[in-house]
Nanobody, 113 residues
């Protein structure tokens, strides 16, 4: 079965950290570009970061210097390390396999005191 499964979301105070994981199965993971998107209530889904098969990484401006995307091909997993979290980072975070257009179910991240 081709799927992506996210984990690692939760409630954190402003300034805190979380690490999201996205584990793939049933696909040629090493060939895939993996995207992290997020969708906040009442807003459109936005691309946050991605990592290519060649380990090139791209971030939106609002998370540069705070978020780090990485991949472990041996574990078929992509990580999103999120530091210095802000209330505006609150959203459901989704991972996406770019070329096969497979989506995970999403994981909720809430940043609040």
């Amino acid at each position: 079965q081709v799927q992506l499964v996210e984990s690692g979301g939760g409630l954190v105070q402003p300034g805190g950290s979380l690490r999201l994981s996205c584990t793939a199965s049933g696909m040629r993971f090493t060939s895939e570009r993996i995207n992290w998107y997020r969708q906040a209530p009442g807003k459109q889904r936005e691309l946050v970061a991605y990592i290519t098969s060649g380990y090139v990484t791209i971030y939106i401006d609002s998370v540069k210097g705070r978020f780090t995307i990485s991949r472990d091909n041996g574990k078929n997993t992509v990580y999103l390390q999120m530091n210095s979290l802000k209330p505006e980072d609150t959203a459901v975070y989704y991972c996406n396999a770019h070329y096969t257009n497979i989506w995970g179910q999403g994981t909720q991240v809430t940043v609040s005191s």
